[in-house]
C-alpha cells in the first residue's frame, strides 16, 4: 500500500502512524507550530503550516486523509474554513480521530460502537459534533469515513513512569472507577489496517472503538508503573480529598468499559498491547527503562 496522506493536525497518534508508513508513502502534516514543522521536516514529514498555508493542492492529491485537530465550539476547524475543498476532494479513504468520551459516563458498565452517545464533558460533546461534521461531508463526498474512538492514549513520553520515580504520582481510588486506555502504537496499526482496508467504512461514517483489552482502574496503572521500576506504589489518596484541577477532576466523571471487537473482526487487528502490562513495560523500555 502507498500513496498520499494528508494529515489535518500532525500530532503524537499521527506522527506515529507516519513513522511505521512503508516508504512508497508521502506525508503531508499541518502544524501550527513553524518550530515543530522543522521537526515533521526531519521525520520525513511535509509540513503545512496551517492556520496560513494553501492546503487546496494538498486535498485535491491525497488519496488518504486523516483529521485529528482538537475541534472547538462550533465543531471542526479544517471543515469550518476548507469545507468546500474536502466536499470536492475524492479521496481513496478519510479518518477521523474522536474519542471514547462521546459514549459519556457508563456508570462502569460496558459500552460498543453502537451505544447511543451522551457525552458529559465539553470534550466529549465537541468530538461528538465534530463526528457528526464528518459524517455529512463524507456522505456527500460519497468517500468512506472511518472515525475512531481513542481510550486514553499512552506511550513513550506520555507514560506514568516520570511522575512516579518523582515521588509525584498519587493512586487517586475512587470506588468504581476503571478507564479504557490504548499505546500509540496500536492506534497506528489500527489506523493503517483501516487505511489498507478502505471498504471497512462506508460514506457517511463507521466507528471503530480503539482500546485493549484490559480496562482497568487507575491506581492499578500506577502501581504497575512502581513495580517495573522496582519502586513502592505511590500513595493511595480518595478522589474526594485529591484536590485535582478541574481539567484533571472531570477524567473522573465518566466510567466505563469500551469493547474493541470491531476492529479484530473487521480490521484483522492483533493488539500489540492487549493490556496495560505489555504496553507500559513497552514503554519503559523504549525511554531506556
Not at 513520553?157 to 476503571?178: D, L, M
Not at 469500551?258 to 479484530?264: A, G, L, S
Amino acid at each position: 500500500m502507498a500513496g498520499t496522506l494528508l494529515s489535518l493536525g500532525h500530532g503524537y497518534s499521527a506522527r506515529t502512524l507516519a513513522q511505521s508508513l512503508g516508504p512508497g508513502w508521502r506525508v503531508i502534516g499541518t502544524t501550527r507550530s513553524p518550530d515543530k514543522a522543522a521537526a515533521l521536516r526531519e521525520e520525513g514529514v511535509e509540513p503545512r503550516v496551517w492556520p496560513g498555508a494553501d492546503l487546496s493542492d494538498d486535498i485535491a492529491e491525497a488519496t488518504h486523509i486523516l483529521a485529528s485537530a482538537g475541534p472547538d465550539e462550533a465543531g471542526d476547524p479544517f471543515l469550518r474554513r476548507l469545507g468546500g475543498a474536502l466536499a470536492r476532494a475524492r479521496p481513496a479513504w478519510v479518518g477521523y480521530l474522536s474519542t471514547t468520551g462521546v459514549y459519556g459516563d457508563a456508570d462502569g458498565d460496558w459500552v460498543d460502537e453502537d451505544s447511543p452517545l451522551a457525552p458529559g464533558t465539553e470534550r466529549g460533546r465537541r468530538r461528538a459534533l465534530a463526528e457528526e461534521q464528518w459524517r455529512t461531508v463524507s456522505e456527500d463526498g460519497g468517500w468512506p469515513l472511518a472515525i475512531f474512538r481513542l481510550a486514553g492514549i499512552y506511550g513513550p513520553g506520555r507514560g506514568p513512569f516520570e511522575r512516579v520515580r518523582s515521588g509525584t504520582a498519587r493512586r487517586i481510588v475512587k470506588p468504581g472507577q476503571v478507564f479504557s486506555r490504548i499505546h500509540v502504537d496500536d492506534i497506528a496499526q489500527v489506523v493503517a489496517a483501516a487505511m489498507a482496508r478502505p471498504e471497512a467504512a462506508a460514506p457517511g461514517g463507521t466507528a471503530f472503538n480503539v482500546c485493549d483489552d484490559d480496562p482497568a482502574p487507575p491506581q492499578d496503572v500506577l502501581e504497575e508503573a512502581a513495580r517495573l521500576l522496582g519502586l513502592p506504589p505511590p500513595p493511595e489518596v480518595p478522589f474526594e480529598a485529591a484536590g485535582m484541577s478541574p481539567m484533571a477532576r472531570s477524567f473522573y466523571a465518566e466510567s466505563k468499559r469500551v469493547r474493541n471487537d470491531r476492529i479484530k473482526e473487521r480490521l484483522g487487528v492483533r493488539l500489540l498491547y492487549p493490556t496495560y502490562r505489555e504496553g507500559l513495560a513497552a514503554v519503559l523500555a523504549a525511554e531506556g527503562g
